[in-house]
């Protein structure tokens, strides 16, 4: 395709539900911030390594970027005063697409977003585990006035709208009319182009909810064209009672569903990978459009209660059970704990013995001064197994994502697409780059039923990255978690330059993206 051929009408579409009346022009005007004169026109990159996103083979060729959009894929030579980019011995692909971050407030203070484009992502998903930004309208708004260097879209949360419905009594089930606010709620924010329905079931809001509320408000969201994602209500010994009622909420609904960072968190149920599969391989049979994401660490991070399933946090039977079940205090990590800071970095196990009580006495001493102190309290827990991760990574229907963001306190917010690259392709051969590469573009791009983001080809968004098959690794620690990855080279946001030889550009020319990957438009 050459660029004279090139129409913004097949570019951008804009969104009727936004505007009452929309018209190709106003979108236009959206992204005429990216169309300044000191950039060029377009560029070639040449002699990459095209890993295209879908899984297929690489391949080299040269490609030109127009603008925003790839517009020529082969041997393509440099027209007159063309600038060129050498990608030889690089791998060229998609930008990647973190459909489980959560930089919804880190990207207002930090909008070059340096620990994510790093990586090479180049459109992060909010809204995550039930909590997402609300009016939703308002946050893609102060989204579009910050100038961000990447893509941004978001769920709405169930948590979020709960609230909303039911103020501070929500430790109950919802009543009828509460359910129908809840859905009024929930259609608002699919108009205001929410992606579709998020729930963090193991949560203190969501977790009250019933299947049936689920149910009815993943309708909705189906009906408006979204889809539900949902960190289950266990991931612990009770994982596979999760799963099952996860799989019967996209049955009733229709909808496709999207697992969050699917994981065997407890000693109960580590190494029981295939048997997990196995129930979702026959959902998949039957139909359902199940699809799951992970991130490549042994170790999650969450709010120091998440720790407790039946919720009796003061209770030293069920605190000494859960201890248990994650192979003991040395196994919790201590990352945030405001009424004592120097707590952070410290295991449950060390902070017994130096108070010289137990480790349970020590836990609910933590949920007492954290409650009084109505504390930010969050744990790293180390209780998943690598064979467990493997397991679910070589399943085709699984795919990368952090599950981090901009200011993570675990180091799967700067090293999660890098470590994938490094860790589980180059060194232990867990997936082949095209394959990983798939999973981190393509494959969430189809899970949110995007066609012109997550893949290389003619007409496609030019969201690009170039990396170093051969050296890219994280690098970020649970000591040091916002340590850079190495071995990206350059990244591109909708066909500029965002990251250049291990430094942010400076460009901010990321859009919010709405429902099929297109830029939302908010003018006027
Ligand atoms: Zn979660």
């Known amino acids: 395709m050459t660029f004279s051929s090139f129409s913004f009408e097949q570019i951008l579409i804009p969104r009727k539900t936004l505007r009452a009346i929309s018209v190709p022009l106003f979108a236009v005007l959206a992204l005429l911030p990216l169309f300044s004169p000191q950039r060029p026109r377009s560029f070639l990159i040449t002699d990459a390594r095209v890993a295209d996103g879908t899984g297929a083979p690489l391949y080299k060729a040269n490609v030109r970027v127009a603008l925003s959009h790839v517009v020529g894929i082969g041997e393509l030579q440099p027209e007159k005063d063309e600038p060129t980019i050498d990608a030889r011995g690089l791998v060229l692909a998609p930008g990647f697409i973190d459909i489980h971050n959560h930089s919804e407030d880190g990207l207002v203070k930090d909008p070059l977003a340096e620990t994510q484009i790093a990586q090479g992502i180049t459109t992060l998903i909010v809204g ?31 948590a979020t709208i709960r609230e909303l419905a039911m103020h501070k009594d929500y430790k109950r089930a919802a009543a009828p009319p509460e359910i129908r606010q809840m859905e009024q709620l929930l259609s608002q924010a699919m108009n205001q182009q929410a992606l579709g329905l998020s729930s963090g079931l193991e949560y203190d809001v969501g977790s009250y ?32 009672d999760a799963l099952k009622e996860e799989i019967t909420i996209a049955e009733r609904a229709h909808i496709p569903v999207e697992h969050s960072h699917i994981k065997l968190g407890t000693v109960g149920v580590q190494g029981k990978a295939a048997a997990y599969i196995k129930i979702i391989e026959d959902a998949r049979k039957r139909g359902v459009d199940f699809l799951a994401d992970c991130y490549p660490y042994d170790a999650w991070h969450a709010d120091l209660k998440v720790l407790v399933p039946d919720k009796q946090y003061t209770n030293p039977e069920s605190v000494a059970k859960a201890l248990a079940d994650v192979g003991g205090a040395s196994h919790i990590t201590i990352v945030e704990f405001s009424p004592n800071p120097s707590d952070a970095g410290h295991t449950l196990a060390d902070l017994a013995k130096s108070a010289k009580i137990s480790d349970v006495e020590m836990y609910i001493r933590l949920i007492r001064e954290g409650d009084a102190a109505n504390a930010e309290a969050t744990i790293i827990g180390h209780s998943m197994t690598d064979s467990d991760i493997k397991a679910f990574y070589q399943q085709p229907w699984v795919m990368v994502a952090s599950d981090g963001g901009v200011a993570a306190l675990h180091p799967r917010g700067a090293g999660t697409f890098p470590r994938v690259l490094g860790l589980y392709v180059r060194e232990r051969h867990w997936l082949t780059l095209p394959e990983a590469i798939r999973k981190m573009t393509s494959l969430p791009a189809q899970r949110l039923g995007w066609k012109d983001r997550g893949v290389i080809r003619e007409g496609a968004f030019a969201d690009l990255v170039i990396f170093n098959p051969d050296t890219i690794i994280d690098r970020s620690t649970y000591a040091n978690p916002a340590a850079l990855p190495t071995g990206v080279e350059r990244v591109f946001v909708n066909g500029v330059l965002v990251w250049d030889a291990g430094k942010p550009t400076g460009e901010r020319p990321g859009l919010d993206l709405g429902r099929g990957g297109h830029p939302i438009e908010l003018l006027n």
Do not use: C
């Open 128 to 158: 995550a585990d039930g909590d997402s930004p609300w009016p939703i309208i308002a946050w893609l708004r102060s989204i579009e006035q910050t100038h961000t260097s990447l893509n941004v879209g978001t769920f709405a949360g169930h």
């Open 209 to 240: 909810s019933t299947t049936d509320e689920l149910v009815a408000l993943a309708k909705m969201a189906a009906e408006n064209g979204g889809i539900y994602m949902t960190h289950i209500r266990d991931e612990a010994d009770k994982s596979f």
